[in-house]
Antibody
Framework: QLQLRESGPGLVKPSETLSLTCSVS??????????WGWIRQPPGKGLEWIAS???????YYNPSLQSRVTVSQDTSRNQFSLELRSVTAADTAVYYC????????????????WGKGTTVTVSS | IQLTQSPSSLSASVGDRVTITCRAS??????LAWYQQKPGKAPNLLIY???ILESGVPSRFSGSGSGTEFTLTISSLQPEDFATYYC?????????FGPGTKVDIK
């Protein structure tokens, strides 16, 4: 059974870098059948897609965060990671990782498996 | 691509038929998914490709639409359905979500 688990510091100081890892079990991140993504949700607010990565290493970023974000993968550990630089209080959120799959016909995409999320607070 | 949802919230009773609308700022064919989120939990996929029910999701949930207007319908609301519902477009990067519709108990 596929499971995703986010890990990383729960508290980050303003101007520093937020680093999170998503550990995947039950499937290989090296498969061409899906992408892997990061989504966040500020307290009491809606969902925001941050970035996605494909097994080939291709990355896709939200333009609103692109200048501060890097997503990478470690296939040997079956993990992918998020780095968000120069954080402010506005980056306080629950961060989720998720699998982004697509159908073989018409390539309809959807996020079918999510991690439980990890809360990150930006504060001094 | 911006998504709007209506209503932003609604109150309904068990057994009610509930319809939530999601509108896209430009055509997205059928590249739309619906998620349910309960407090403190991750979103849960309900519908993809606008109308395909995810495996394991009760058949009282259904989706329809294409282009710019989509609907999520719950045919007979159950106690476990009180939650917030989000649409998401996956036609174009950046992927975007609607602002959500909160369904609570009347």
């Amino acid at each position: 059974q596929l499971q995703l688990r986010e890990s990383g510091p729960g508290l980050v100081k303003p101007s520093e870098t937020l680093s999170l890892t998503c550990s995947v079990s039950g499937a290989s991140i090296s498969t061409p059948d899906c992408y892997w993504g990061w989504i966040r949700q500020p307290p009491g607010k809606g969902l925001e897609w941050i970035a996605s990565i494909y097994y080939s290493g291709s990355t896709y970023y939200n333009p609103s965060l692109q200048s501060r974000v890097t997503v990478s993968q470690d296939t040997s550990r079956n993990q992918f990671s998020l780095e968000l630089r120069s954080v402010t209080a506005a980056d306080t959120a629950v961060y989720y990782c998720a699998r982004l799959v697509f159908t073989s016909l018409y390539f309809y995409y959807y996020m079918d498996v999510w991690g439980k999320g990890t809360t990150v607070t930006v504060s001094s | 691509i911006q998504l709007t949802q209506s209503p932003s919230s609604l109150s309904a009773s068990v057994g009610d038929r509930v319809t939530i609308t999601c509108r896209a700022s430009q055509g997205i064919s059928s590249y739309l998914a619906w998620y349910q989120q309960k407090p403190g939990k991750a979103p849960n996929l309900l519908i993809y490709a606008a109308s395909i029910l995810e495996s394991g999701v009760p058949s009282r949930f259904s989706g329809s639409g294409s282009g710019t207007e989509f609907t999520l319908t719950i045919s007979s609301l159950q106690p476990e359905d009180f939650a917030t519902y989000y649409c998401q477009q996956l036609n174009t990067y950046p992927l975007t979500f609607g602002p959500g519709t909160k369904v609570d108990i009347k």
